[in-house]
Structure formats: structure tokens, C-alpha cells
């Protein structure tokens, strides 16, 4: 199955956008396994085995796993979700941008280490920076758009005076994404839920394209703002919550109260479909 084929399903089976984000930050681990990076997969496999039912998709944090020394952790955790929650599409959140041999290394790392089944991306470097995440027939890859913090206006809202129309940057990314640079269906654009209004002219440059929209919970988003701003027939969203989910409860409790966030937040998101 392709991701796309992937994301459908989970969303038609759970009845839900939420994407649960695995953001695992040692220091804010319950007080059993606080402070212990050893314990990262076994705080992350108990989220996901609380959430599944209720997720459209995960999205592990590289760079959580990464700072330490992980990894491997990140592999095990990886492979729990390919055989306890088998229906739900893994979203790598690497945001990686090179070009040439290096973007196909970490393409490989994503897709063949990992078996994640999309990757975000920066499309900073033009189309040679995407292209070797393509020839993984069937994958993801998210390029990041207009996104949820404010320094994304000294780049994403600068106005472009060679390009026709003058679009601004972010636009002219989502037309990109939209057109000539989605050869296979592969593509869909990060877009922060911060930003509402970006969020519906994305929407309406992208009309097909699945947007993954961060921003909801800890960073303040808007999720029924979100859903009307995103949501269209054939234009899938995939709304991420990690922190007020991982971190709802500091006590033995931790997966329990994770549910419960999940719970209520998919409850909110599918209210506002109306």
C-alpha cells in the first residue's frame, strides 16, 4: 500500500485527523522513567500502544532519538508500530534538504532503515533536493511550507518579483508541490496551525494534496480553525498534537492520561468537520 492508501484507510478506521507527534524529551518523562534516555522507546511504545486507535498517522521526532545517541531505540520503536499498529502510517519528521548523493543517503536512512512511510522535508535547495526521496515508489515526502513559527516570515512571506503573479514564497512552493514537482502523487505540504488563514490559501493552491498541520496543543493552533481551513473533499489533513498529548500527565498514569488527551482532541477536530 502506498502512504496515501495508508492514511485513507487509518483515517476512514479511526474516524480521525489527530496525528500523535513522538517528541520523547527524557527530562519531562514521567517520574518512573525521568532523566533516563535509555527509557525513550519504552515511553514512546507506550503512547503509541494508547493512541493507536485513535491516530491517523505517527510522527516520530528524529532529532529527539538522535540527541541521544537513540537510534537505535528509534528502530525498535519503529518496528513496534509495524507489528502492534500495522494500519497506521509513520511520518519521519527529519526535515532533511540536501541534494545529490547525501539526499539519497538520507532517503535511504528514512525509507530503508527506519520503514517510515513519508519524511518532511525542506525544499529550500529547489526540486534536486526532493527528487531522491521520489524514486521510493509509494512514499511520502512533506515539504515544509508555511510553517508554524513566526521567523517562517523572514523567508516564507517574502513576495517573489520574478516569478508571475508575484507570489509569495510559501505560495510558490504549494503551486510547485501542487504542479510540476508531484510526478507520482508523492507530495504534501507542512503548514502550521498557527496560521489559519495561510492554511485555507494553501488549500486553495493545493487542492488535492494532503497538508500535515503541526501547531495544535502546546504551540497554541486553533484545531476547529484548522479543520475549516484545510479539510476539503479529496484534500486530506493530517493535524499533529505531541506535547499536550505526551506530556498530559507527569505520573504512572502517563498513557492513560495520553488517551484521554487524544480522546478529546480527535473529538474536537472531528466536530469541527461539521
Not at 508575484?166 to 507542512?190: D, I, M, S
Request: glycine share 10%; net charge negative; aromatic share 8%.
Amino acid at each position: 500500500m502506498t502512504f496515501l492508501d495508508m492514511l485513507r484507510d487509518a483515517s476512514a478506521q479511526n474516524n480521525t485527523m489527530l496525528c500523535v507527534g513522538l517528541d520523547p524529551e527524557p527530562t519531562r518523562f514521567p517520574a518512573a522513567l525521568k532523566g533516563d534516555a535509555r527509557k525513550i522507546y519504552d515511553f514512546c511504545a507506550a503512547i503509541v500502544d494508547a493512541t493507536a486507535d485513535l491516530a491517523c498517522a505517527f510522527k516520530p521526532q528524529i532529532a529527539y532519538f538522535a540527541a541521544h545517541g537513540a537510534e537505535d531505540q528509534l528502530e525498535r520503536l519503529m518496528q513496534h508500530m509495524r507489528a502492534n499498529a500495522p494500519h497506521i502510517p509513520v511520518i519521519l519528521d527529519a526535515k532533511r534538504g540536501d541534494i545529490g548523493s547525501t539526499a539519497e543517503q538520507y532517503a535511504k536512512e528514512a525509507f530503508e532503515r527506519y520503514g517510515a512511510d513519508a519524511v518532511t522535508l525542506s525544499p529550500f535547495m529547489g526540486f534536486d533536493s526532493i527528487e531522491p526521496y521520489l524514486a521510493y515508489h509509494g512514499k511520502g515526502a512533506f515539504l515544509l511550507c508555511r510553517t508554524s513559527n513566526p521567523g517562517g516570515d523572514d523567508l516564507q512571506i517574502q513576495r517573489l518579483a520574478s516569478v508571475e503573479g508575484q507570489p509569495l514564497l510559501y505560495e510558490h512552493v504549494a503551486r510547485l508541490a501542487q504542479g510540476p514537482w508531484n510526478r507520482n502523487g508523492q507530495l504534501g505540504l507542512v503548514v502550521g496551525a498557527t496560521y489559519p488563514q495561510e492554511i485555507e490559501r494553501v488549500r486553495a493552491i493545493a487542492p488535492t494534496l494532503p497538508l500535515l498541520i503541526p501547531g495544535v496543543g502546546a504551540q497554541g493552533g486553533d484545531a476547529v480553525a484548522t479543520v475549516r481551513a484545510g479539510l476539503r473533499e479529496g484534500g486530506p489533513i493530517i493535524v499533529n498534537s505531541s506535547r499536550s498529548i505526551l506530556y498530559a500527565s507527569g505520573g504512572e498514569d502517563f498513557a492513560s492520561a495520553a488517551r484521554a488527551e487524544a480522546v478529546r482532541t480527535r473529538a474536537v477536530l472531528e466536530a469541527a468537520r461539521g
